[in-house]
């Protein structure tokens, strides 16, 4: 049973490129968490989806950036133009119901906007 | 809102020495989920424990042990007998809802040999 997979692993943008991070959650989870972490700081909430739906978004920037999760496929969080304080690591979570935040993580995404 | 302080920026001990790495929560949710996790160099998230707010027991696990007292909103985390391979740095974390985890800045461990 694979565990919640994230790819790619690290991924370089210049700046104003876009940047896709991608998701696919653990088999039977339809419920999906995006988080963002800032050098040597926690990680921050940004997106809350399930399948194609997004329930809470109150921790996303307003421009920029956004989320999905199709009905088929990984979930995608995607930035556009990025800036060099867009260079983080995100991770993904996913939980097979509501609130049962158990939240198996993937291996992050490192983005580095160069 | 939740919060979670993890005051220890940094703590560094020398390997077998017991080690306390303090959280404090607030919320004002009458059900929720305060966590742990580990996060080694190599930068992946290992998720070490879920503890309800119903439940106040304290919890043992091998070398780990923790401390949940809801009297004063803190769930410590214990490592009995340090080794190398427990430098990492440390996440406690709240929540429960759609609103995902709040995770606090962690703790940079250190075990020195």
């Known amino acids: 049973n694979a565990g919640v997979m994230q790819n790619p692993r690290h991924l370089v943008r210049r700046r104003g490129q876009e940047a896709r991070l991608r998701c696919s959650p653990m088999?039977?989870?339809?419920?999906v968490y995006w988080y963002r972490q800032l050098p040597e700081e926690g990680l921050k909430f940004m997106v809350y989806?399930?399948?194609?739906?997004?329930?809470?978004e109150s921790g996303m920037p307003k421009e920029r950036f956004s989320a999905e999760f199709p009905k088929e496929g990984p979930s995608i969080l995607r930035i556009q133009q990025v800036v060099r304080g867009d260079s983080a690591a995100y991770f993904c979570?996913?939980?097979?119901?509501?609130?049962?935040?158990?939240?198996?993580f993937g291996q992050g995404t490192r983005l580095t906007v160069v | 809102a939740q919060k979670v302080t993890q005051a220890q920026t940094e703590i560094s001990v020398v390997e077998k020495e017991d080690v306390t790495l303090d959280c404090v929560y607030e919320?004002?949710?009458?059900?929720?989920?305060l966590f742990w996790y580990k996060q080694p160099p190599s930068g992946e998230l290992v998720f070490l424990i879920r503890r309800n707010s119903f439940d106040e027991q304290n919890e043992i696990s091998g070398r780990y042990s923790w401390n949940f007292q809801k009297s004063t909103s803190s769930f410590n985390f214990t490592i009995t007998a340090s080794q190398v391979v427990d430098s990492a740095v440390y996440f406690c974390?709240?929540?429960?809802?759609?609103?995902?985890?709040?995770f606090g800045k962690g703790t940079h461990l250190i075990i020195q040999p």
């Open positions: 919320t004002r949710d009458t059900t929720y989920y």
């Open positions: 974390a709240s929540g429960g809802g759609a609103d995902g985890l709040t």
């Open positions: 979570a996913s939980s097979p119901v509501q609130g049962d935040t158990e939240a198996f």
């Open positions: 989806l399930q399948k194609e739906n997004i329930i809470d």
């Open positions: 088999k039977g989870h339809s419920h």
